[in-house]
């Protein structure tokens, strides 16, 4: 498999924003923690943990460039993991 002389270069403004990004959204996860909004709290932080790792992998990790496979098999794991959790949560609450 050859990628050919596909060059994408990302501009340093492009990481300097989705790294502040990722401490707005790291502050946001500690203000959430700190408020009682009882069973809601663990699904806003893994709704801002998804939303955070979405940047991390598109941008730090060239996947916004790779080719459509990479990106089939990465949706599938994400969505392998999504049962996992709905799972555990599903045994965890009926306990």
Not at 52 to 62: L, Q
């Amino acid at each position: 498999m050859e990628h050919g002389n596909n060059k994408h270069i990302t501009p340093y403004s492009t990481y300097l924003i989705v790294w502040v990004a990722l401490l707005a959204f790291t502050s946001i996860t500690v203000s959430v923690a700190g408020i009682n909004l009882g069973n809601l709290t663990l699904f806003v932080a893994l709704v801002i943990a998804a939303i955070k790792s979405a940047m991390v992998i598109n941008i730090f990790m060239h996947i916004k460039f790779e080719e459509k496979i990479f990106k089939v098999f990465l949706l599938l794991s994400g969505m392998t993991l999504l049962v996992i959790f709905l799972l555990t949560f599903t045994d965890f609450s009926f306990r």
